[in-house]
Structures are given as structure tokens and as C-alpha cells.
């Protein structure tokens, strides 16, 4: 019960962590720009839970030039 739970938390959380750090660091405030931001943060969480199994990401991991982990 507890590995289902945590498994439809987390990619959630890394959704919303994702989203966030796009809003702090795009550079327009474009509605594009935050789609491509979106879709950037969540392209990358889809590779690492693809590779890994898992989306329970380090702090300081970056999945090619998109701060991941943060």
C-alpha cells in the first residue's frame, strides 16, 4: 500500500518541483516559455523514472542541462 502510495506522490512532487524552478528561472514571461519550461522538467523526469525506475531523484542531479534534482 505504502510503495503506491509513494509512487503516485512522488512523480507529483517532482512535477510541481519541476514547474517551480521553471517560474524561477525562465527569463520571459511568456505562456510559450512556460510550456517549453514545463515540458522540459517533465521530459527529463520521464527519462530518469525511465532509466532509474524510480523518481526519487539526489538533490543534485541533473538529467543533461535540466537541474533535475532541484
Known amino acids: 500500500m505504502a510503495t503506491a502510495q509513494h509512487q503516485v506522490v512522488k512523480p ?3 512535477v510541481n ?3 517551480g524552478h ?3 528561472t525562465r527569463r520571459s514571461t511568456g505562456p ?3 510550456r517549453q ?3 522540459r522538467g517533465y ?3 520521464r527519462r530518469y523514472q525511465e532509466r532509474e525506475g524510480h523518481l526519487d ?7 543533461g542541462a535540466y537541474p533535475l534534482g532541484r
Open 43 to 45: 521530459n527529463a523526469a
Open 37 to 39: 519550461d514545463w515540458t
Open 22 to 24: 521553471a517560474r524561477h
Open 12 to 14: 507529483q512532487k517532482l
Open 17 to 19: 518541483t519541476a514547474v
Open 32 to 34: 510559450g516559455t512556460q
Open 57 to 63: 531523484v539526489p538533490y543534485e542531479h541533473t538529467e
